[in-house]
């Protein structure tokens, strides 16, 4: 069965650049929307930004002058890009399959997630 | 942005007992609205899709309806492992949002 798991720093520098990756494993990367979403502890969730299997990307406009999200369709991994990040930024951040088509779009798998938080 | 908007935000109640928690998009959505399940540390669990479809796995108890602007989901019969916080989302246009979520807790 198709598995994901971030993987990056816990710990960024104000100012500085968020960067995780999702490998996804048990299946391919193509044909399918992969998307990031975060959580501020405590809080609710945020859809972040997907890229398609064909480098095709969607983001959320909150944060896309600073997002970058990429694939690497070789390596089964997609990545996320998050630039002059501030405390704000802090959250858990889950990557996830996204359906498409007659399932609607829904994020039927996600990552373990993983905890990053920007602090000096 | 399309929001949408849980409520109640929280609600208590009892093994067994029938819950409803509602879901309000700022426009119509047609059926492109999801359900997820969190429990305290652990990551979001799909259970519906397109207002009414359940996910493989996920128990009967579980219903979703609605279409348009107003979607439900209904826990027939609350079970222990059913107390989490319950999220709609909608999947009809980018960005992609999420309710505020719904905190069920045991009574």
């Known amino acids: ?120 | 942005d399309i929001q949408m908007t849980q409520s109640p935000s929280s609600l208590s109640a009892s093994v067994g007992d029938r819950v409803t928690i509602t879901c309000r998009a700022s426009q119509s959505i047609r059926s492109y609205v999801n359900w997820y399940q969190q429990k305290p540390g652990k990551v979001p669990k799909l259970l519906i899709y397109i207002a009414s479809t359940l996910q493989t796995g996920v128990p009967s108890r579980f219903t979703g309806s609605g279409s348009g602007t107003d979607f439900t989901l209904t826990i027939s019969s609350l079970q222990p492992e059913d107390f989490a916080t319950y999220y709609c989302q909608q999947s009809y246009s980018t960005p992609r949002t999420f309710g505020q979520g719904t905190k069920v807790e045991i009574k």
């Not at chain 1, 858990?92 to 609607?104: D, I, P």
Request: hydrophobic letters at 30%; aromatic letters at 12%.
């Open chain 1, 1 to 120: 069965q198709v598995q994901l798991q971030e993987s990056g720093p816990g710990l960024v520098k104000p100012s500085e650049t968020l960067a995780l990756t999702c490998t996804v494993s048990g299946g391919s990367i193509d044909a399918y929307y992969w998307s990031w979403i975060r959580q501020p502890p405590g809080k609710g969730l945020e859809w972040v930004g997907y890229v398609y299997h064909s480098g095709i990307t969607n983001y959320n406009p909150s944060l896309q002058s600073r997002l970058t999200i990429s694939v690497d369709t070789s390596k089964n991994q997609f990545s996320l890009k998050l630039s002059s990040v501030t405390a704000a930024d802090t959250a858990f951040y889950y990557c996830a399959r996204q359906t498409y088509g007659a399932n609607g779009g829904a994020f039927d798998i996600w990552g373990q997630g993983t905890m990053v938080t920007v602090s000096s």
